[in-house]
């Protein structure tokens, strides 16, 4: 695996209104790297994730992307610059057809600062990694269920051409099939160099999927390792993860 650093965060703390969510976040993934973002409801990943691809106003920090500083980015800049974002609500476009939703999405190829082209995503290729969408190219957005649902914001997320993609929540509240294939999705896209930051409840679902994991608790990191080590530590585990 390339040591090559994506993203680096020092220092993330990030606030809703008045109330400090965040506080002094540590983290980085490096290419072709998946990272689980783990901890219970509440913890702040869902936040960590807003906050990195620059969907909150009030954020401190120093977050950098392939060297670009993104700290006081708005997220459409992020995006532009091949940081892909997969919210936990899905965020389909209902009156717009798989195919329309996917050409929203669509950005030009793009190349590693070594030259090397980075993977470049067609609906064609999708469709082989989504063989349910490709069975339903023309339906809308809101004619479909909830794991196809999610499948689509991933799929449209991907048109992006992202070299990272920050994933929330991917298993939550989806059919174990549906899980069963976001896995496998996850993992075909490490294959293709493609570096993921997911946020998870899932225990199962993070071990299948992830090179290492950070654990948060009230806006804190509160552990940093590796999967197989997280996997192996009960007591981390029981303090911070148990329900």
């Known amino acids: 695996m390339s040591a090559e650093l994506l993203l680096d965060a020092k220092g993330l703390a990030a606030w809703y209104g008045a109330a400090q969510i965040l506080y002094d976040v540590d983290l980085h993934v490096r290419r072709g790297e998946v990272v689980a973002l783990m901890g219970r409801n509440g913890a702040g990943k869902s936040t960590t994730l807003k906050a990195l691809i620059g969907m909150l106003s009030k954020r401190r920090g120093v977050m950098k992307f392939l060297g670009h500083d993104i700290s006081t980015s708005e997220s459409h800049v992020a995006a532009r610059l091949g940081l892909g974002?997969?919210?936990?609500?899905?965020?389909?476009?209902?009156?717009?057809?798989?195919?329309?939703?996917?050409?929203?999405?669509?950005?030009?190829?793009?190349?590693?600062?070594?030259?090397?082209?980075?993977?470049?995503?067609?609906?064609?290729?999708?469709f082989k990694l989504f063989p349910n969408l490709g069975e339903m190219p023309d339906r809308h957005g809101g004619r479909m269920s909830g794991g196809e649902q999610q499948m689509l914001t991933v799929a449209r997320t991907l048109m992006g051409n992202p070299y990272l993609v920050l994933l929330d929540e991917p298993s939550e509240g989806v059919a174990p099939v549906i899980v069963e294939q976001m896995a496998n999705m996850i993992l075909e896209l490490k294959a293709q160099g493609v570096s993921i930051l997911l946020s998870e409840q899932n225990m199962h679902f993070a071990e299948l999927v992830s090179d290492r994991a950070y654990v948060l608790e009230k806006g804190q990191i509160r552990y940093e390792g590796a999967m197989a080590e997280l996997s192996a530590n009960e007591e981390v585990r029981r303090a911070y993860l148990s329900v």
């Open 85 to 126: 974002f997969v919210p936990e609500d899905r965020r389909v476009f209902t009156d717009l057809t798989v195919m329309e939703n996917l050409e929203v999405g669509r950005q030009t190829a793009r190349y590693w600062p070594d030259g090397t082209a980075a993977p470049v995503w067609t609906p064609e290729r999708l």
